[in-house]
């Protein structure tokens, strides 16, 4: 299931950036964050393919979503400027970022390449 995330949740379940400048990630399995709007048109395009991906992929990657209008601080920290942006967190390794709407393969090769996970 998707999990929406708030500035204190992040710090617990992916990285405190209030307690280190160096990326340590705090979770379990790597995932996949959603940083949206509810009034942004391509993030409405989005949600239902990562509803299905998060189906699909259930134990094996967290998916989740921050609301940039109620997390302003949290899209600060990571610099969002556009969105949809979407941040790929591997087990072990540097996040990377994509902005923009990808279409449902777009996501599965990321999760391939960029996480490691495959169903």
């Known amino acids: 299931m998707l999990e929406h ?26 995932c996949v964050i959603d940083f949206y709007a509810d009034w942004c048109g391509p993030c409405k395009m989005v949600a239902p393919i990562l509803e299905e991906l998060a189906k699909e992929y259930d134990g094996k990657i967290d998916i989740y979503k921050v609301d940039t209008e109620a ?26 970022m994509a902005q923009g709407a990808l279409p449902k393969d777009g996501f599965e090769r990321a999760f391939k390449d960029v996480l490691k996970v495959e169903k």
């Open 5 to 30: 995330l708030t500035n204190e949740t992040f710090k617990t379940k992916v990285f405190n950036y209030e307690g280190s400048k160096d990326w340590k990630f705090e979770g379990t399995k790597p």
């Open 71 to 96: 997390e302003r601080e949290l899209s600060a920290v990571f610099g969002i400027q556009s969105i949809p942006s979407l941040l790929f967190i591997p087990q072990d390794g540097q996040p990377q």
